[in-house]
Antibody, heavy 119, light 107 residues
Framework: EVQLVESGGGLVQPGRSMKLSCAAS????????MAWVCQAPKKGLEWVAT????????YYRDSVKGRFTISRDNAKSTLYLQMDSLRSEDTATYYC????????????WGQGVMVTVSS | DIQMTQSPASLSASLGETVTIECLAS??????LAWYQQKPGKSPQLLIY???SLNDGVPSRFSGSGSGTQYSLKINSLQSEDVSIYFC?????????FGGGTKLELK
């Protein structure tokens, strides 16, 4: 059974950093591109970042470029999101998601982790 | 960025009814369109990818269609468990943008 389990969320002050992790199991992690998608409270979904199966390519939405870094450790089947210079508008639930093979739709999602940026 | 305009924003329908949700892209996305269902307090679930391919385990009452800039999700014979918010997402070009969502309720 495919499982994606996020961790690392919580309350953080504006300007500070936070690192999210996503532990994957039930599939061959290094065969799949992976993504982070966020959802502000009572709002819609926003794609944040994607990393290729081997970590060689990364893609970001404009609002997080230069502040967030997506990475992965295929030996540990774990995806990461390093979030620096956090802003109040980054407050959201962050989901780890697996891309389908050869495409950018996401067929498995984690349960999500809440990040609250507030003083 | 490709803008995705989803309609209607909310929809009320009766059990057994057929409902359709539309998604309009700001440019041609060549059928790179996915539909997701999100139940309250839960993670999104993939229903349809490449505009009309049904994801594994999704009931056959769900179907997707469309091409170019116009796409739709149809739910036949509405069931109570279909009460959810539905999102479309274009997968053609980064950033992979979502529609604003359609909240489906029972009448």
């Amino acid at each position: 059974e495919v499982q994606l389990v996020e961790s690392g969320g919580g309350l953080v002050q504006p300007g500070r950093s936070m690192k999210l992790s996503c532990a994957a199991s039930g599939f061959t992690f290094n065969n799949y591109d992976m993504a982070w998608v966020c959802q502000a409270p009572k709002k819609g979904l926003e794609w944040v970042a994607t990393i290729s199966y081997d970590g060689s390519s990364t893609y970001y939405r404009d609002s997080v470029k230069g502040r967030f870094t997506i990475s992965r450790d295929n030996a540990k089947s774990t995806l990461y999101l390093q979030m620096d210079s956090l802003r109040s508008e980054d407050t959201a639930t962050y989901y780890c998601a697996r891309h389908i093979r050869g495409g950018a739709a996401s067929d498995y999602w984690g349960q999500g982790v809440m990040v609250t940026v507030s003083s | 960025d490709i803008q995705m305009t989803q309609s209607p924003a909310s929809l009320s329908a009766s059990l057994g009814e057929t409902v359709t949700i539309e998604c309009l892209a700001s440019e041609d996305i060549y059928s790179n369109l996915a539909w997701y269902q999100q139940k309250p307090g839960k993670s999104p679930q993939l229903l349809i990818y490449y505009a009309n391919s049904l994801n594994d385990g999704v009931p056959s009452r769900f179907s997707g269609s469309g091409s170019g800039t116009q796409y739709s999700l149809k739910i036949n014979s509405l069931q109570s468990e279909d009460v959810s918010i539905y999102f479309c997402q274009q997968n053609y070009d980064s950033p992979w943008t979502f529609g604003g969502g359609t909240k489906l309720e029972l009448k």
